[in-house]
């Protein structure tokens, strides 16, 4: 008969919140917050972002690809859009693209 083994679950204290959101902002990724408090780095995610720190790397939100896709028919390239909401400019093309954005070639041309 094997035994069951119980893992202990750590809360992060309130202390621990206020350093894992002080170092995320100071560049730190959730996997090393999360090996600094002894917890998985989805909890520190999930705790970051219930408390309004936006995360690095989050998929964009259809807010964000309405206001890509407002700027991109402004005129505005991929490199100033991904630029001014904090994304990569590939994840701005594709994301444009899925919503059926009809995308300018590189001298402002529609394509085909």
Known sequence: ?????HRTIHRLTAA???DSIAGYQAGA????LGRTFGVDRRTVARTLASRGVELRGAPMTLGHVEEA???YA???SLARIADRLGYH???IHLRLKSAGVLMRDTHGRERA
Do not use: H, S
């Open 29 to 32: 990724t959730t996997r090393q």
């Open 16 to 18: 621990e919140i206020d």
């Open 74 to 76: 402004q005129g505005l």
């Open 1 to 5: 008969m094997t035994r069951r083994v």
């Open 89 to 91: 400019t590939t994840t």
């Open 69 to 71: 896709a407002k700027l």
